[in-house]
Each structure stands twice: as C-alpha cells, then as structure tokens.
C-alpha cells in the first residue's frame, strides 16, 4: 500500500492529468491556451501572515468546527474539547479555509491512518498515552497545512482564471485521468470493481474520496504554476556565454591528487623507538621493490591498511582539505609515484606516495552548455513560481486553527513513529 502513494506514481498521475488539461483548454481556445497566460504586475515580498480565526490565543485542545453542508455555508472555525481529537478523520472537520473554501482534516491525516491505526492500538492496549497520539495528529496536521494550503490557493486561481466552458472541459478530463489512474492501481492491485478499490483504500485506514481530491488537486495547482511561468526562454549561445563568464568559479577545477600512505603509531609498538624499528622494516622493503600497497598491508596501523592505504577510498584530495600543511605541499609537488620522506607527529610516523595528480583546470564551455541552459531555465522558472505565489497570498483570506500555533515544540523523532513517514 506504501507503494501506492510512492512519489512516482503520484508524479506518472500528474503528468497523465496535465496532458488531458492541456489537450481541453488548447480545444476550447485554439492557440490561446492557459500556458500563456499573462503575469500582471506580480506582487513582491513575502506573503502576508494569515488572518486568525480569534482575537485570543487557541487553546490547546484540539479544534472542532460546525458543520459544513454545501458550498453555501458560511464556515466556521471555533475550539472544542481533547475529545474532538478522534474525530479529527471526519470528514466534516475542518482545519483551515482558503478563501471559503475548506481544508478537511481527513485530507492531511488520512495518508497515516494505517499508522494511526496502529497508534490507537497501543493507546488501547496501554502501551501509549492517549495524549501522545493526539499531540501526534496535530503535529502531522500541522506538518502539512501549509502545503494543502498553496495547494488550494493555485487551484483556485486557476479555476479563476478560465472561463466555464473551460472549467467544464477541465472537469470532464481530470474525470477521465482519475479513472485512468483507478483502472492503473485496480490492475497492479488485481481489484476488479470500484466498489473493491474503496474497500481497498479502506482497509489501509484511506477513503477513495480523499485520494481523488489530493489527485486533482495536484493536477490543477501543478498546472497553474506551469502555466504562469509561461514558454522556455530561447536563450542564444552569447546569452550561454555570458552566464558562464559570470559563473566561471563553478567550472573552475583546483588542483586534485590520489594517494596512499603508511601509518605506524608510536603506542602500538612501546613507543617512538618501537614505531621507528617497524617503520625502518617497511622502508627497507620499499627499497627492496615490494609494492607500496603491499607493505602498508603489512606494517600500517591504519584502517586503510585493507585497502592498500589509499586516503578516502581512493576519492581526490584537493588543496586545504588536510590538517597536515606539511604532508599535503608534498603531495602537491612531489614527482607522482614518489614515496615521500618519513612524516613525524607526536603520536605517528607516516609515508605517502602519490598515485596520481591533475593541474587545476576550467571546464570547456561546450561540456557544460547544456547544464548551464537548463540552470538558467531552471532559474527562471523559480522566479516565477515565487511571483505567482507571492501574489495569490496577497489577495487571499486564510484561517487556519493553527494561526497562532506557531511555537508549538514538537516531539523528538525518536518518540515520534511517523516522523519517518
């Protein structure tokens, strides 16, 4: 079941519900699609903070509201008792309003509840206070309000943005996406009914209704992001040029080297004179023609010794990342293949030898254009993304139950056993 709500098959669902969109809207308008629609005048700054749901600090018992029957109703947020902390699944609690609109609970813990479950259990059974679970689901719900939130914000302005006819072409393919997306989890699931997907979804603490609301929703505010950041820039070789020159440190590569080395501790062998006797041993050896890696795996003290004494499993070294100052200008100037004289410290005697070094260098433009374009795109789309978001939190009317939360100190990992999740 983990699997079902894994990255890439939300990701594959996305992508599927955006290529119908696409499709609508370019058939309702023609070339006038929501991919181009324009950005006027975007609002610079953080967001505002959101409006709180009272004048007075919340409680901290768990919140409750009244109950919300149609798009018509006026919702409310008001607090209640801790009992209301195992009815924060229901469907009709809601945690926030964006604009009106509701954010459910069941919306942000419904993807725990086999964990949640699981908790309940314990707390049954004693194994668990009941205070920690509950403080457990407002973490959680806390954790992703914001989310939930931006989420909701993007499909709303998208929703805004187009015109009815749109807004109905759009419904007809997210319909067909998520029943595109049902028969993909009905056919690695062998289930053969909707009716036995919902029980599926039920058996692991999930509902279907939630899980379509997350889809679409993804698929819409997804798709107002992409259609505000508008076309790729067609950038031109001098435009690739001039992002390089001015980045030039990024493509710049320090002076590198491979080595191996010798270590043999002064406590190990009685001491400075003990370790002498030993190190004098591997010398002679050296001279003799044995191979370096040979001898370190015979007299070294280090835990290299396995591997033939080769310094970061064999990984570059660059200039300044070594203690020893000493050991490291030998390495950078003696003849590759060198042995080096004997390094003494107060606890070791150390030889090294140098496998292999490079020159600093700087990366031909022709290997990185194509890194540097997509940095550029990539850049550009960020920007974008923070002015779409920057100027629909402007105009937006948010209330959260945990506007005034915001110092809540949350358990430690270990005492947490979704915090993994």
């Not at 058939?27 to 953080?46: A, F, H, Q, S, Y």
């Not at 807004?167 to 998520?178: H, K, N, R």
């Not at 254009?369 to 402007?394: F, W």
Request: proline share 4%; aromatic share 8%; charged share 30%.
């Amino acid at each position: 079941m983990n699997q079902l709500f894994s990255n890439t098959n939300r990701y594959r669902s996305i992508a599927l519900g955006l290529a119908l969109i696409a499709t609508a809207v370019t058939g309702m308008l023609g070339c006038e699609t929501i991919g181009r629609i324009k950005v006027d005048n975007p609002v610079m700054g953080p967001p505002p903070p959101r409006i709180s749901t009272n004048d007075e600090a919340l409680p901290s018992d768990a919140p409750t509201v009244t109950a919300f029957d149609s798009e018509e109703s006026e919702v409310t947020l008001v607090t209640a008792g801790a009992d209301v902390v195992d009815k924060v699944t229901e469907e009709s609690q809601v945690v926030a309003t964006v604009n009106g609109q509701p954010i459910f609970a069941a919306d942000l813990l419904e993807p725990y509840q086999s964990y949640l479950q699981k908790a309940e259990e314990e707390v049954r059974s004693g194994k668990m206070p009941a205070s920690v679970l509950d403080r457990q689901k407002r973490e959680l719900m806390q954790k992703h309000i914001d989310g939930a939130i931006e989420r909701k914000l993007l499909e709303q302005a998208l929703r805004k943005t187009l015109k009815k006819e749109q807004l109905d072409m759009i419904d007809v393919f997210l319909e067909q996406a998520f029943q595109q997306e049902a028969q993909r989890v009905m056919a690695k699931e062998n289930i053969q009914t909707m009716h036995e997907l919902d029980l599926y979804f039920k058996e692991a603490g999930y509902s279907l209704a939630a899980y379509r609301r997350g889809f679409e929703s993804s698929i819409l505010s997804t798709e107002y992001l992409r259609a505000k950041q508008g076309e790729t820039p067609k950038l031109t070789r001098e435009d690739l040029m001039k992002y390089y020159r001015e980045h030039i440190e990024e493509y710049t590569n320090p002076q590198r080297v491979k080595w191996q080395f010798l270590l043999v501790e002064y406590k190990k062998h009685g001491g400075r004179q003990g370790a002498y006797v030993v190190l004098n041993k591997a010398v002679e050896e050296l001279k003799q023609g044995v191979d370096f890696a040979e001898v370190v795996r015979k007299y070294s003290d280090s835990a290299t010794r396995s591997n033939g004494g080769l310094w970061n499993e064999g990984d570059w070294t660059t200039p300044g990342s070594l203690s020893d100052t000493k050991l490291e200008e030998a390495l950078f100037t003696m003849p590759v293949g060198r042995i080096s004289e004997p390094f003494a410290s107060d606890t070791e005697f150390k030889l090294a030898k140098v496998i292999e070094r490079e020159a600093a260098s700087v990366t031909p433009f022709d290997e990185v254009q194509t890194k540097i374009e997509k940095e550029i795109v990539q850049a550009q789309r960020e920007k974008a993304t923070k002015e779409v978001k920057e100027e629909i939190y402007e105009k937006a009317v948010i209330e959260s139950i945990f506007d005034k939360e915001e110092d809540v100190n949350f358990l430690s990992d270990s005492g947490n056993p979704f915090s993994q999740q």
